[in-house]
């Protein structure tokens, strides 16, 4: 396409054609549009006649091509909408998720039923990523002390970014699950996580846009999807307080052999399993007492 005196809508109609014969989604384009011009939705239609500048044309030509060859929009965009809020994301991060926000919705309504009599409750997310979790807890739930974990030590950089940049004073830790709290003998009232859930077997059937670009680390655990539950499992035990809530995002279809996990743990444990808005097991929520 000659990008001289380019209108915008003839950009739009290029990049909605080329994505549509390229298998992708055609509103990408405008998504592209709308952030390389600055423009919101409406104010890119009122100006659907305006000539795009040369240099504008040239980073939404390249946008186009890279998310053709299966990079994520968000990483192009360099940010997600989550619960409201707006997060950098990059590649070191997995990309926030419509599911896990109703995990975020559903443990605040939780922690408010459960601990109703205390003032300040302690509470980690472990695998942080970009920190979508933990920040929307803080700053939904102003009264929580919150702390966030991850292996990865550039994921805790964009999620500390994420957390200065939103307002949410959160601690933060890097390390391989529950281990550096075990170490620090540190203690909590509810312990979150979106951890990796997708069994191996699953890579050959998804679409190149998550396996070649968001991080495995993030995504695979063993062949069954469940490594991550059995080590929380493991050392679930040493972090909690007598009165304890642990909230997991999971798989569909891996309800019951999580909620197992948890019995097959804890003497004192009520599982509920709650589905997502599509109405798929999405969920897994346990109410531990260790007295």
């Known amino acids: 396409m000659n990008p001289i005196n380019k209108q915008m809508f003839e950009a739009l109609q290029w990049a909605s054609s080329f994505l549509k ?5 055609e509103f990408a384009g405008e998504l592209l549009l709308r952030h390389f011009t ?3 939705r409406s104010q890119l239609f009122a100006n659907f006649h305006e000539e795009l500048p040369l240099d504008t044309w040239i980073l939404f030509e390249k946008a186009i ?3 053709v060859h299966g990079v994520p929009i968000q990483y192009i965009i360099g940010s997600e909408e989550f619960y409201g809020r707006t997060f950098t994301v990059n590649e070191s991060v997995l990309i926030p998720r419509p599911e896990t926000e109703e995990l975020v919705l559903e443990i605040i309504r939780r922690i408010k039923q459960k601990f109703t009599e205390k003032k300040e409750v302690a509470v980690v997310d472990i695998g942080t990523g970009s920190g979508a979790i933990a920040v929307s807890l803080k700053l939904e739930v102003p009264t929580l002390h919150v702390t966030a974990s991850d292996i990865s030590v550039d ?4 999620a500390k ?3 200065a940049r939103l307002g949410a004073v959160i601690d933060f830790s890097q390390g391989d699950l529950l281990k550096p709290f075990i170490e620090q003998n540190a203690l909590f009232e509810v312990v979150i996580s979106n951890p990796p859930y997708i069994p191996l077997g699953d890579k050959v059937t998804m679409s190149e846009i998550v396996t070649e670009h968001e991080p495995h680390r993030a995504l695979f655990a063993g062949v069954d999807g469940l490594d991550f ?3 929380f499992m493991e050392e679930l035990p040493f972090v909690l307080k007598s009165e304890a809530l642990v909230g997991f995002e999971i798989g569909a279809g891996q309800s019951e052999a999580v909620a197992n996990l948890f019995y097959q743990t804890f003497a004192n444990v009520k599982v509920d399993i709650v589905n997502d808005i599509n109405g798929k097991d999405r969920m897994v929520f346990a109410e531990i007492s260790l007295n």
């Open 155 to 158: 994921s805790l950089l964009v």
């Open 65 to 67: 091509h890279e998310h």
């Open 38 to 40: 600055g423009l919101s």
């Open 161 to 163: 970014e994420n957390a």
């Open 21 to 25: 014969k390229s298998n992708r989604e």
């Open 229 to 231: 539950y059995r080590r």
